[in-house]
Every structure is written in structure tokens, then in C-alpha cells.
């Protein structure tokens, strides 16, 4: 029993038997967080009376005879979700001092699987960003390069998993936000259908796009993860009444009668070579398990980054309007209302967030509405219907999840090359399909010395979660890439 490097799978069954309490595990991990972050900087605050406090909870429960599918299992949560009590900033300025006075259902449910809280993660502003450089706090590092970015947003929930600090996490996903990170840092992250999750307690950011996913090691310990949190939530009205088909028990071992499409406009020339050689041995791989690859087109994709740069930032202007300084964290006095609000504004929000607010208000206002905000919606209901027409052709989409390994801190200074990090990953989000990012190998970068990991990106139909974590899975045994990489010393030790 190892509660540092064992999977979440093993942490609860363990638990459950008693071979191990949660108290133990949380007096292990609690120190081992805190050492790690020193390091990366993957936490915006650790909880460690909460753990504790929840871990005396679970054995209480386990002792009264309760059975629980993430018992005494360590989760790290993007601190753009509510927990009780913790602080909760968004990555932001603006809401720095905001106490949550309750708790996002998707980190209830974990609880109430008998997960332990072990901090909120740090992450770009408002989720809005690529590598986490976006935060308004501390810089989040790459464990496996510390001088590289570790993605975004969801940047310390990918870090802290990745470095051993916590076991699984929860990170949000708008139109990357999981599965670049994951890429980035070699560890698996899945964004479920849109509305699969519940909201209640997330912090909006777009919320035709937001939805909640985990990170974790292994895609089983992501299944299992997934399959606490999925379902409808009275709380949350988009969230989707529907049966959720649990993940956990379908994961599979071949990929015999699996047809994996290749799209025609994801080609990989514009990939540097190593880049490239690794996703085509990745397709390969596919093939090699039984795959049969088929060719795919999505012809309006290439319009996704520039449709999503329109909706996002729309509905982020509506969404942030409520951080004015009369409820919430931060608050700048001025002369009268009208001067606190513009103060608070301009003192608490960031560059990237400013961009998007003014961005979004004017393609909101009257005299562009249709020129943009409704031309984006009617680019990204085509998107929508190229992966239906795709999807006639084959079970699963698999392409890179991002188009470069992870990059040095301040290596893109403009915003518009860091919106292309998200190439691959934006015409799923706006089509509202399940993705994840499987670690696939990895390349020294050409200004580094160390190799990077790689991720692939599998995109299947909505509500086909089952589905998709099976072929994830079957890739992952037969290929092992995420063990491959040797993590540098602090995160093994
Ligand atoms: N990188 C994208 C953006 O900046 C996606 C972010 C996300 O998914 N939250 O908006």
C-alpha cells in the first residue's frame, strides 16, 4: 500500500477493506502536497483540516459498514469550483478573499464518495487561457520541465496529479481546458458530453461550453472518477436527465470492430517532425489493436477557433458582469456607485480577461449581434452537424490534443498564438462531444533538453462516455506511454 502512487482504484478498495484508513492516508499525502507544491505551485490553497476532517468521516462510515467508491481517495479541485469554507478565486484577483458558502455538486458527490480534499487548484484566470500563465496568482510549473508551462486552465489540477500530490482532481473544460493540460503534463483528462455534469457551484465562464471532468493517472481512475460525478443534478437545469451508463465496468482490452476516424483537416503537416512521427506511430497503434482507421472530414472545423473566440467571450461578458464589487471578493471605493464598480473592474480583472469582456460586449451589441455573436452560432450548429456526418463513418475522432508539447513560461506573447494551442480540441467543445487526452509519447522539444509528453485526443459521439473510456483504455494497456517518461526527482520521491 503506497497512498502517494497508488491508483485511485486501489486507495478505495483498500479503504474498504480496512487494510488502511483514510486518516493514514490523508497524514501521508497532507505533507507530500505541500512539499510538492513548493515546487510547482500547482495549489492555490491546501486543505488540510478538511481532509482531515472527511477522512475521520470515512472511517467512521467504512466502520459503520458503508462501501464507497472513492474511499480515502486524495482529490485536488480547480479553485474555480465551490467548496464550503475554502477559499474559492477563480484564478483572480477580483475574487481574492471570497469565501464559498456552499459546496459545487460535482465536489459533493466526490465527498460523498468518500473522496479527500486536499486543496484547490491553481488555474488562468476565469479558466480564460492555455497555459496557466493566465493566473492572477503564482505560475503554475510542468513537472516534468520547470521551466515549461504545465497548460490551462486547468493548469494545477493536471500539475498536482501529474507530480504525485494528489491522486485524481477536477478540472473544467470550456474549449481545452482539461485535455491540453493533460497533454501537457502526461496524464489523462476527460471532458464529458456537455451537461453530462453539474454546474451548481462552477464558476461560469462560457456556459454553453463549461463542463466539469477529471484528471487522473489511468483512464480507470478517470472512469471511476467520472462515474461519481455524471448525472442530472436538480441544482443545475442544464444538466442532462438522462441515464448515465457507468464507464468503469466497460473498459476494454482490443479494439477489434472500432472504426477510428482520421480527419481530413486535422492533417499533421503543420507539426514538427518529431511531433508528427509520434501521432502517426499513435494512429498505428490503434490499428495494431484492431482498429480499422477510416478517413473523416469535418470541413468547417477550421472555422472553430475564430466561432469559439466570438461565443466564449460573448458569454463571458454576460457571466462576469456580477464581479462588481457589491457581492463578491474584491471591492475598490469610489465617489459614487458607478466609479466603485469601474475601480473594482479595473483593479481586479487581468489583461486576458479585459480582452475577452470587450470583445464579447461588442459582438453582443446591437448593430453587430448579427454580424458576429449570430453568424458564430450559426457556424457552430455546422460544426455540430460535420461530426454527426462524420460520426456515420466511425465510432471515435482521434487527432493531437494539442499542436505542440508543452512550451517555456512567456513563450507566447501574443493571445492570438495561444488561442491556437486549442485548435484541435475547440470544434468538439462547440459541438458538445465527449473528448479526452491519453498521454501517446513524447519529444524533446527543439529549445529543450528534456522530452515532453505528448497527448492524444479521442472525440466520440455524445453520451458516448462507455465508449469512449473503453477504446481510451484499450490504447493506454497496450501502450504504457504515461509510465515511459520518468518524472523528475521531487515528484517520485
Ligand atoms: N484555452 C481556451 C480559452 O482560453 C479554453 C479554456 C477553457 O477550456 N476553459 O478560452
Known sequence: MDPIHDSARAIARDVNARAVSAAEIAETLIPRAARVDAELGAYRELTPELMRAQARRVDQRIADGDRLALAGVPVAIKDNMCLIGTHTTAGSKILEGF???YTATAVQRLLDAGALPIGKTNLDEFAMGSSGENSAFEKTKNPYDLERVPGGSSAGSAASVAGYAATVSLGSDTGGSIREPAAFCNVVGFK???????????IAFASSLDQIGPFARSVEDAALTYDTIAGKDPLDATSI????EATADGLRDDLRGVRVGLVKEFALDALDAATRACYESAYADLERLGAELVDVTLPTA???????YLIAPAECSSNLARFDGVRYGLRVDGADVGEMYERTRAAGFGPEVKRRILIGTYALSSGYY????????????????????????????ASPAASSPAFRFNAKSDPVTMYLMDYYTIPGSLAGLPSLSIPCGSVVPED????????????????TERALLGVAHAYERATLHAEKLALPEICTT
Open 302 to 308: 477550421e472555422y472553430g477557433l475564430a466561432t469559439y
Open 370 to 397: 448579427d454580424a458576429y455573436y449570430l453568424k458564430a452560432q450559426k457556424a457552430r450548429t455546422r460544426i455540430g452537424e460535420d461530426f454527426a456526418r462524420a460520426f456515420e463513418r466511425c465510432d471515435v475522432i
Open 99 to 101: 469565501t464559498a458558502p
Open 448 to 463: 529543450g533538453t528534456r522530452a515532453m509528453p505528448l497527448g492524444l485526443q479521442l472525440t466520440s459521439p455524445l453520451f
Open 241 to 244: 436527465d438522462r441515464a448515465v
Open 192 to 202: 464529458p458530453t456537455y451537461g453530462r455534469v453539474s454546474r451548481y457551484g462552477l
